[in-house]
């Protein structure tokens, strides 16, 4: 059973002021039961290429800006990915179990608001790639019932 995800701000009057915060992305999971997912973002040249890993047997509900590009997707058929209609500046995707889906936005970068609204754990594992300055970044979190800033 999933739960709904209440998302509020008032940082930017943007048609997507929930997704375009001046300081951070916002993003949002939902699990039916405990969950490893990883993270990753790459970027370069003012664009970026997020891929998300569902290496789980269920389905993972991932929110995201609105302004997100569905790009690619791994271990599934494109038929499977679900999404749910945009709103409040956010589309809700279902990704497939033993999948990986990406995504391109304009340069998403730490630190990452994230929203864990639901009582089974989410083990999530972010790894930050930056091509222009040669650098990267890695880290684990566990997330329960809880919003959390990602942070370098």
């Given at each position: 059973?999933f ?5 509020l701000?008032?940082?930017?009057p ?8 001046l300081?951070?992305?916002?993003l949002?999971?939902?699990n ?20 998300l890993?569902n ?23 494109i038929t499977?990915?679900?999404?749910d209609?945009?709103?409040l ?10 999948s ?10 730490l ?19 930056n ?13 329960q ?8």
């Amino acid at each position: 059973m999933f739960s709904a995800v209440a998302i509020l701000s008032i940082r930017s009057p943007s048609r997507s002021f929930l997704s375009s915060s001046l300081t951070h992305t916002t993003l949002a999971f939902e699990n039916s039961a405990p969950q490893h997912v990883k993270l990753s973002l790459q970027h370069a040249r003012g664009n970026s290429l997020i891929e998300l890993e569902n290496p789980s047997d269920s389905v993972l509900l991932f929110s995201t800006p609105d302004s997100w590009f569905q790009w690619e997707i791994r271990g599934a058929d494109i038929t499977e990915l679900q999404e749910d209609p945009p709103s409040l500046g956010f589309i809700r995707w279902h990704i497939p179990p033993l999948s990986t889906v990406s995504f391109t936005a304009k340069t998403v970068t730490l630190p990452l608001a994230v929203h864990h609204p639901v009582p089974h754990i989410l083990t999530l594992s972010v790894t930050e790639i930056n091509l222009d300055r040669g650098t990267s970044h890695k880290g684990t979190y566990l997330l329960q019932q809880e919003t959390r800033m990602i942070q370098n």
